[in-house]
């Protein structure tokens, strides 16, 4: 990994030099957009509106519109805000974990110390670990002041920038002031159908499955050209379970929990059922000469 950011975590007299790297990453098929007529590259050009002239990125500059009068902002501009120059994950304040929502988390970011010392990096990992806090600090980041998360997984920091009060929505739904009466049998069958899914969350098991049969895809066009049956490469779309049947609640509560027993039954011994081959991955890109 390469660290986009360098900072210090700031407290009190307290100072931990960090550097910041993207903990999570996109794994995507990266795809572009072409003509079907013969497959042309789709470019797109940066014209102005005004003179009709194609802009070079070097003369792109940020504006704000309000309708009547446009102000342009340099990067210049940009550069004399204070919050943009900073480079201190400040904390503010240390609250216990189970306040933070986590509607509220966006992106996340490792921290790895940036000093000859670790010694501040662990005390302040261990604080955290012990107390069952995190630190809510604001940083700035890519021309954004941020509010965010610092808390500890594993052996690392961890910081996760979270969403402004104000840019979490209210659900208000008209329909939930509804009165619905649930009785004890519903509650039951309820809770034993969720008993019967019970299970410790390991992410591993769980594959994109769009993404693996997109490279089913590719792969199978690389090798037999574009007269392609869908069905040849994926087999036959999964047949209906009833034809549009309605079940009432208490039903469809009995026939979910019958049919997770039964697929406990047949499992194999351990559980859980063989992972599928990995999938192959599409073909590396040629680079531009």
């Not at 957009?33 to 102005?48: E, L, N, P």
């Not at 919050?83 to 609250?95: H, Q």
């Amino acid at each position: 990994m390469r660290s986009i950011w360098k900072g210090a975590i700031t407290f009190g007299l307290v100072n931990v030099p960090v550097k910041v790297y993207s903990a999570t990453e996109d794994h995507d098929v990266s795809l572009h957009q072409v003509h079907d007529k013969d497959g042309g590259r789709i470019r797109y050009k940066r014209v102005c509106e005004l003179d009709g002239e194609v802009v070079e990125y070097a003369h792109i500059a940020k504006a704000f519109d309000d309708g009547e009068r446009t102000v342009v902002l340099t990067d210049a501009d940009m550069a004399l805000l204070p919050a943009e120059r900073s480079r201190e994950i400040d904390v503010v304040e240390f609250v216990p974990s189970d306040q933070v929502d986590p509607i509220m988390f966006e992106k996340s970011y490792y921290l790895e110390p940036d000093s000859k010392s670790v010694k501040a990096y662990a005390l302040l990992r261990r604080t955290l670990e012990e107390t069952d806090r995190t630190a809510i600090v604001k940083f700035a980041l890519r021309q954004k002041t941020r509010l965010g998360a610092l808390r500890v997984r594993g052996d690392v920091l961890m910081l996760q920038s979270l969403l402004w009060d104000d840019e979490v929505r209210e659900a208000k739904f008209p329909s939930l002031d509804e009165k619905v009466t649930i009785t004890d049998k519903e509650l039951q069958m309820s809770q034993a159908l969720v008993a019967s899914f019970e299970s410790d969350f390991s992410p591993e098991k769980f594959t994109d499955d769009y993404q693996e049969q997109l490279r089913d895809l590719i792969e199978a066009k690389l090798e037999k050209g574009d007269a392609l049956d869908t069905a040849e490469t994926f087999g036959d779309a999964a047949e209906g379970d009833g034809g549009g049947e309605v079940l009432d609640l208490m039903e469809a509560l009995r026939r979910s929990v019958e049919k997770n027993r039964e697929a406990s039954k047949d499992a194999p011994s351990g559980g859980k059922a063989a992972k599928k081959p990995a999938a192959k991955k599409a073909p590396a890109k040629k680079k531009s000469a």
